[in-house]
């Protein structure tokens, strides 16, 4: 039963092949058993689980229907989930129950998703390979010596091990796409406002948005239809009607304009992987795809730009967290300073208090315009080199990552090694562009993914693209030994 996708769970589920109760408690099982290995899981709602299944359940018994109504979901751990912990993987919300649901959980509760648990990631959501969570690292279940790519490498982890089919994630600057790529899984960062962020703990408000995880395109489709839509209490969602996603997954791709970036393929990219990205490209024209080659002339500036937004907007963001009103606070505090100072330092690790540093100073007067205001108008630059490429092309692809996984500890001692690793991601969230990675083979074992862009609000045409390769491809269906 744990290889099932949400699709296939949905029509089990409405030919009652099998309860969501019984499909509930066999996946708890399975984490129990093997989410040791992986460490996926920072908290089990086993009995809300439970309760939520047999709800779900009675639902399906008076006559309801909807692909998500008994699915087994796992949330990010940093949507805010009610009277549940939502530690955001840091020390500092370790004591933190949430007093609401964040919009996008109680969307899909409310749709009849169940909750098995909260997943692990980065402290924060700053890191690419679930190295800096409080909880400790994530095992990439393809290899458990490697990281399974961060942010959201905890829900990628167990979606990859078949412990969930599906579960939440966040982007800000790759964390859906990349750990989708390092572990075979197919996940799409929406358009910016497409997804609420209310409830959703911030990193980089203006680059941060929500969307799914999952083993296909099919399955991607089914969760952001639960996710997407405007929310009147997240004053940057889009009031823009949400489409039917999966209605949108049967298009001809006869005639579509694939636009194939120079700048992708330069020398920091795993010459395999670029191999592997050709293969692709290739497999997308017998579909009838036409390739273009274009260019995105400002993208190398992106690495330096994000790196000072997003560290700026985190000091900005993580001030709220001072001992005093909610989460770590020190013992025996001398006076209020002392409180401020040692709660801060005890609660944050250290690739927080790096950006947080770093933020601070793109910030302070006199170096403002030198960091910040420059970095901004980067991000202008980007966003127009890919309206430009939007004119010719309907969609742009490339690699996700340039490398596959490395191993864990690999790049501790130098950070910015770690933050190179994501040239072709952060882009789209600079833009605030939609932006889908789905599996394209393996190097070493490891999982490899292909990146496709699309204007604003195409989310549809992303998954249809990745839906026809995946009919037609079978990387995404592979499953790591073991799992
Ligand atoms: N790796 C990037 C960072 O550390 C992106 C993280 C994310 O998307 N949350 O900031």
Known sequence: MHQLTLAEIARGLADKKFSSEELTKTLLARIAQLDPQLNSFITLTE??????????DARRANGETGALLGAPIGHKDLFCTLGVRTSCGSKMLDNFKAPYDATVVAKLTAAGAVTLGKTNMDEFAMGSANESSYYGAVKNPWNLEHVPGGSSGGSAAAVAARLLPAATGTDTGGSIRQPAALTNLTGLKPTYGRVSRWGMIAYA?????????????????ILLQGMAGFDPQDSTSIDEPVPDYSASLNGSLQGLRIGVPKEYFSEGLDPRIAQLIHTSIQELEKLGAVIKHISLPNMQHAIPAYYVIAPAEASSNLSRFDGVRFGHRCEDPKDLTDLYKRSRAEGFGPEVQRRILVGAYALSAGYY?????QA???RRLIKNDFMTAFNEVDIILGPTTPNPAWKIGAKNSDPVSAYLEDVYTITANLAGLPGLSMPAGFVDGLP???????????EGRLLNVAHQYQLNTDWHLRSPAGF
């Open 369 to 373: 315009d030198a960091y910040y205001l």
């Open 376 to 378: 901004q108008k980067i």
């Open 205 to 221: 408000s203006s680059l941060d948005q929500g969307g799914p995880l999952a083993r296909t395109a099919e399955d991607c489709a």
């Open 448 to 458: 490899v993914g292909v990146q496709l862009l699309a204007p604003y609000f195409q």
């Open 47 to 56: 009995d809300l689980a439970l309760e939520q299944a047999k709800a779900a």
